[in-house]
Structure formats: structure tokens, C-alpha cells
């Protein structure tokens, strides 16, 4: 496969045209997958660790060439949004695999995000975007190149990662709603509410940069511009809450699930 991929089952029918010789094989058709469940044990995941994701309406186009693989555009349906990409693969032992003209649109990300991946910082809500990457297969994260812009609709905090960094910030600043703090400060079950997350992003060499990412609650407006490591999860963010006529200004840095809050201006 081009990709550390999960397993992956469904039914499949299509045809494809070869020609050439076995060394240097050439081809056309395409192929449609009703149902493609992805399904991998993630051992950082609560019970089950079995996690499964569905894609459906799979169509694959295939142009294969002696030196490539390409996909002029392969389309699904994910979690009631639509996915589909431009793809090319070249076929030696480590290839570079591009993606381009990325378009998602209306994709749910709770299935994804928590009940697929268990990101820590997940969030629910619908995805839009429009972007293009690039990777080797060999190391797919720290060789990823890239750009894109983002939109998530409406939805809730629900990863605790994120609540977690959240419920620092607030209490930091010692200045915000107490209605707010106090709702922040219950359990770990606990999501907050958001009208939209906007931004952009360009990813070089595995480390994603970001300067306009904007999070709109009702009572809370949150900018964040910096970076972070695709592979280790290394972030260096600077932050800025408002709410209100009240600021709070924060570097967030730290890797993995170790973040740290440091407030630099109330």
C-alpha cells in the first residue's frame, strides 16, 4: 500500500484495462466501493480500541502508468459530508504521494476525530476545506508539504486536550465571566460551545504553521498563530482571548498531551 493505511473491507466492483509488459504495466477503468470501512486498533483510545470508520460512495478512477498511480478525482461520502482529491502516487519503494485540489465539504468531525481517532483535541461541528499536500510514504508526517484554508461550523469542544487549555486560559487571566469559568471548571465531560473555527495553514517538512485561526463562542473570541509538529505534536502558539473589554494574552508551548498555558498580558 502507499500508506501506513488501516485495514480496509467493503465490497468492490469496476474494470480496469492493462496493457504494456509485467515490468512496465499502463492501464484505465475505475473502481466503486459501496462501503469502505477503515478499521485499526488504537491502543491510545478508551475501550474499544477497535475503532471503525465508513466511507461510502467510494469512486476511483485509475490511470496507472509505468512509473505512477492517479486518481482524477477520487470521491466519498464521510460522516454526512463529501471528501474528494486529485491523487498521484509514484510506484518505487518510497514514493511521493500528492494530493491535490483537496475539497471536503460538510463532514461531521465527532466521528472522525473522537469516535475514530480519539485526537485529544477533538471538536465537533462541520468541516469545510480546500487545500493541497504532498508526502513521502516511507514517513508521511515529517515529510508532509502543504497549504489549506478551514471552516468548521458550529459545534462543541469535546477533546480534553482542548477543554483542558481552555479552562488554563480562563483561569489565568483571572478577569473573564464567572458564569463561563464556573461552566469550564466541571468535569472532563464537559464541551464548550462555538459559533465557528476559522483559519488557514501552510505545512512544511511536517510542521504546520498557522497565523489567522480564529475560535467564535457567543461570549468568547480566541486567536491563535504559531506552530506545530505533525509527528510529536510540538506547539508553540501564541493566544489571545477576548470577552468582552477583557484580554488575555498567552504563549501555549509544550508537545503531546503536555501543554503549557504561560500568560503574557491581561
Same mark, same amino acid.
Given at each position: 500500500?502507499?500508506?501506513?493505511?488501516?485495514?480496509?473491507?467493503?465490497?468492490?466492483?469496476?474494470?480496469?484495462?492493462?496493457?504494456?509488459?509485467?515490468?512496465?504495466?499502463?492501464?484505465?477503468?475505475?473502481?466503486?466501493?459501496?462501503?469502505?470501512?477503515?478499521?485499526?486498533?488504537?491502543?491510545?483510545?478508551?475501550?474499544?480500541?477497535?475503532?471503525?470508520?465508513?466511507?461510502?460512495?467510494?469512486?476511483?478512477?485509475?490511470?496507472?502508468?509505468?512509473?505512477?498511480?492517479?486518481?482524477?478525482?477520487?470521491?466519498?461520502?464521510?460522516?454526512?459530508?463529501?471528501?474528494?482529491?486529485?491523487?498521484?502516487? %509514484?510506484?518505487?519503494?518510497?514514493?511521493?504521494?500528492?494530493?491535490?485540489?483537496?475539497?471536503?465539504?460538510?463532514?461531521?468531525?465527532?466521528?472522525?476525530?473522537?469516535?475514530?481517532?480519539?485526537?485529544?483535541?477533538?471538536?465537533?461541528?462541520?468541516?469545510?476545506?480546500?487545500?493541497?499536500?504532498?508526502?513521502?510514504?516511507?514517513?508521511?508526517?515529517?515529510?508532509?508539504?502543504?497549504?489549506?484554508?478551514?471552516?468548521?461550523?458550529?459545534?462543541?469542544?469535546?477533546?480534553?486536550?482542548?477543554?483542558?487549555?481552555?479552562?488554563?486560559?480562563?483561569?489565568?487571566?483571572?478577569?473573564?465571566?464567572?458564569?463561563?469559568?464556573?461552566?469550564?471548571?466541571?468535569?472532563?465531560?464537559?464541551?464548550?460551545?462555538?459559533?465557528?473555527?476559522?483559519?488557514?495553514? #501552510?505545512?512544511?517538512?511536517?510542521?504546520?504553521?498557522?497565523?489567522?485561526?480564529?475560535?467564535? %463562542?457567543?461570549?468568547?473570541?480566541?486567536?491563535?498563530?504559531?506552530?506545530?509538529?505533525?509527528?510529536?505534536?510540538?506547539?508553540?502558539? #501564541?493566544?489571545?482571548?477576548?470577552?468582552?473589554?477583557?484580554?488575555?494574552?498567552?504563549?501555549?508551548?509544550?508537545?503531546?498531551?503536555?501543554?503549557?498555558?504561560?500568560?503574557?498580558?491581561?
Amino acid at each position: 500500500s502507499f500508506l501506513p493505511a488501516p485495514a480496509l473491507s467493503g465490497p468492490i466492483k469496476g474494470k480496469i484495462q492493462l496493457s504494456g509488459t509485467p515490468s512496465r504495466l499502463a492501464g484505465t477503468g475505475a473502481v466503486d466501493l459501496t462501503r469502505l470501512t477503515m478499521t485499526e486498533e488504537r491502543r491510545g483510545c478508551p475501550p474499544p480500541v477497535r475503532r471503525q470508520l465508513a466511507l461510502d460512495q467510494v469512486h476511483v478512477p485509475i490511470l496507472l502508468k509505468p512509473a505512477s498511480f492517479e486518481s482524477f478525482p477520487m470521491s466519498a461520502k464521510l460522516a454526512k459530508g463529501g471528501i474528494g482529491f486529485n491523487l498521484i502516487a %509514484g510506484l518505487d519503494t518510497a514514493p511521493m504521494i500528492t494530493l491535490a485540489d483537496i475539497k471536503i465539504a460538510g463532514v461531521q468531525l465527532q466521528p472522525v476525530l473522537q469516535d475514530y481517532l480519539c485526537q485529544d483535541f477533538a471538536v465537533t461541528g462541520p468541516l469545510d476545506l480546500t487545500g493541497e499536500m504532498s508526502m513521502r510514504s516511507a514517513d508521511v508526517l515529517r515529510t508532509m508539504n502543504g497549504s489549506g484554508q478551514f471552516k468548521v461550523g458550529g459545534g462543541r469542544v469535546v477533546g480534553e486536550g482542548a477543554l483542558k487549555i481552555v479552562r488554563d486560559v480562563l483561569a489565568a487571566g483571572n478577569v473573564f465571566d464567572m458564569a463561563l469559568r464556573g461552566k469550564l471548571a466541571g468535569s472532563s465531560k464537559t464541551a464548550l460551545d462555538f459559533d465557528s473555527i476559522t483559519g488557514s495553514y #501552510k505545512i512544511v517538512n511536517g510542521v504546520a504553521r498557522t497565523d489567522d485561526v480564529v475560535y467564535q %463562542g457567543k461570549d468568547l473570541k480566541v486567536t491563535v498563530a504559531g506552530t506545530y509538529a505533525l509527528a510529536d505534536g510540538r506547539t508553540d502558539m #501564541k493566544l489571545i482571548a477576548t470577552q468582552g473589554s477583557n484580554q488575555l494574552r498567552a504563549q501555549v508551548t509544550g508537545s503531546g498531551g503536555s501543554l503549557r498555558v504561560v500568560p503574557t498580558a491581561v
